[in-house]
């Protein structure tokens, strides 16, 4: 028998081919659906990628509201995005708010910023410097840890956008809404798949958690984008989110083929 045949008599079986791992919601298909599900909450679009010039005060105390993941200039994260633009392109046009960026950090306010800073907003967003950086600051801040965590509680990719979704509008700071906050009220409800739980029965916890979360908001207390858009999934066993997709968020009707 030739050397390299399989079942030679001193040789041992032929491993059967391992199967391949399941995609994650990093997968780059599977997170363009991520960004135009959130898109469609967030902007009541699927063209996610019109929304780097995207900037308004919506009324929710978080003062400006801009970008593709919603950054805040009263909340951190836009003041981070632009120091990070600072720093790879000085002297762009959003450069010089990076004082009033600093002093209005956790108000609503828009002193030093008003009357330009949403045009200037708008002119950064063609620079594709910018929107890298817009790019980056998600992936940084909201995307990479909201899918290890869900890796890490052996959750599929509904699970890890659940996940995704609820730390881009609660942001994970200490408070009793912020994702880790939701997670761990949902923990005491159910048990995620990495211990032994049932994934399904531990996202429906989950989302009831977020659910909550969101009623502590009267800004976010419209739940939609889970009650007809991640529910009508996870009702479906959809828990890879494979196309096609249908779902309403704040009575608007979307679809992915």
């Known amino acids: ?3 390299a045949t399989c079942a030679a008599m001193f040789s041992p079986p032929c491993a059967a081919a391992a199967p391949a791992a399941a995609a994650g919601l990093d997968d780059p298909a599977k997170k363009e659906i991520a960004m135009k ?9 699927l063209d996610w990628k019109a929304q780097y ?12 509201t801009a970008g593709i993941i919603g950054f805040c200039s009263g909340t951190g994260d836009m003041l981070d995005l632009v120091e990070l633009y600072a720093d790879r392109k000085p002297g762009n046009v959003l450069a010089r708010y990076l ?12 002193d030093g910023l008003d009357p330009n800073f949403p045009d200037d907003w708008r002119k950064a967003a063609r620079d594709a410097a910018f929107q890298q950086a817009q790019n980056d600051e998600r992936d940084r801040v909201y ?3 909201a899918v290890r965590q869900g890796k890490a509680d052996g959750l599929r990719v509904l699970g890890q956008f659940a996940y995704y979704d609820a730390i881009v509008m609660h942001g ?11 997670r761990r009220r949902a923990l005491r409800q159910a048990r ?17 958690a977020r659910v909550w979360a969101m009623k502590q908001e009267e800004a976010h207390s419209d739940t939609s984008r889970v009650d007809t858009a991640q529910r009508v999934f996870l009702r479906q066993g959809n828990l890879d989110l494979n196309p096609p997709l249908d779902w309403k968020v704040y009575g608007d009707s979307f679809h992915i083929g």
């Open 53 to 64: 010039k995207y900037i308004g005060d919506i009324g929710d105390g978080r003062g400006y």
């Open 37 to 45: 599900l959130v898109s469609s909450a967030e902007n009541s679009s």
């Open 1 to 3: 028998m030739g050397a």
């Open 172 to 182: 994970d700071g200490g408070d009793a809404t912020s994702f880790s906050s939701i």
């Open 143 to 145: 995307f990479n840890p």
């Open 192 to 208: 995620p798949p990495a211990q032994g739980g049932d994934e399904t029965t531990y996202l429906n916890a989950f989302l009831d």
């Open 99 to 110: 004082p009033a960026l600093r002093r209005v950090d956790g108000t609503d306010s828009h």
